[in-house]
T-cell receptor
Framework: GESVGLHLPTLSVQEGDNSIINCAYSNSASDYFIWYKQESGKGPQFIIDIRSNMDKRQGQRVTVLLNKTVKHLSLQIAATQPGDSAVYFCAETYSGGGADGLTFGKGTHLIIQP | DAGVTQSPTHLIKTRGQQVTLRCSPKSGHDTVSWYQQALGQGPQFIFQYYEEEERQRGNFPDRFSGHQFPNYSSELNVNALLLGDSALYLC???????????FGPGTRLTVT
């Protein structure tokens, strides 16, 4: 079946560097995408979202890029900090067919090196 | 402003038993979704409740059922527990539509 997946299970970066986490989605009908951060023992925390009529959206230290041509989503974190260490999930859904559940990928574990 | 709360935090059950998990949505939210997260995996959508009715359901058997109360809180019931039901069960709330679903801390269910 169609699902959202991630390219790398683990990403290690130096503190202060920029991080880029990638996500490939296969459902071309998906029109809403979200990035979540999940720390150990906690539920997923909303980071940023983007709708299919946009290709870029910026938040505080984070930017999400959407490339619908190749069905690719990325999360850029500027000047990574120790508190950014977590598992990051992309999620997608199609808002027009009553399918209100989010489809999650398996996650990328971001490790910040001191 | 309280976020999404879930109870209990942890639960241990035996195969064949039944379990009920509870969720209170974020203040102002009226829609509750339930997800199952196996270790090392992303959350899997179970179902969503809005106006006290199941609005959408993922690929889960009928052993998984739910309920939403007039105050928007919700319960997830799982009957005839299997070892494979061991997971973190997450509740997420939103306002009317799925945008910006906010998750609770989850209930860790262990089936032995």
């Amino acid at each position: 079946g169609e699902s959202v997946g991630l390219h790398l299970p683990t990403l290690s970066v130096q503190e202060g560097d920029n991080s880029i986490i990638n996500c490939a989605y296969s459902n071309s009908a998906s029109d809403y995408f979200i990035w979540y951060k999940q720390e150990s023992g906690k539920g997923p925390q909303f980071i940023i979202d983007i709708r299919s009529n946009m290709d870029k959206r910026q938040g505080q230290r984070v930017t999400v890029l959407l490339n619908k041509t190749v069905k690719h989503l990325s999360l850029q974190i500027a000047a990574t900090q120790p508190g950014d260490s977590a598992v990051y999930f992309c999620a997608e859904t199609y808002s027009g067919g009553g399918a209100d559940g989010l489809t999650f990928g398996k996650g990328t574990h971001l490790i910040i090196q001191p | 402003d309280a976020g999404v709360t879930q109870s209990p935090t942890h639960l241990i059950k035996t195969r064949g038993q039944q379990v009920t998990l509870r969720c209170s949505p974020k203040s102002g939210h009226d829609t509750v979704s339930w997800y199952q997260q196996a270790l090392g995996q992303g959350p899997q959508f179970i179902f969503q409740y809005y106006e006290e009715e199941e609005r959408q359901r993922g690929n889960f058997p009928d052993r998984f059922s739910g309920h939403q109360f007039p105050n928007y809180s919700s319960e997830l019931n799982v009957n005839a527990l299997l070892l494979g039901d061991s997971a973190l069960y997450l509740c997420a709330s939103s306002l009317e539509v799925i945008y910006e679903q906010y998750f609770g801390p989850g209930t860790r269910l262990t089936v032995t």
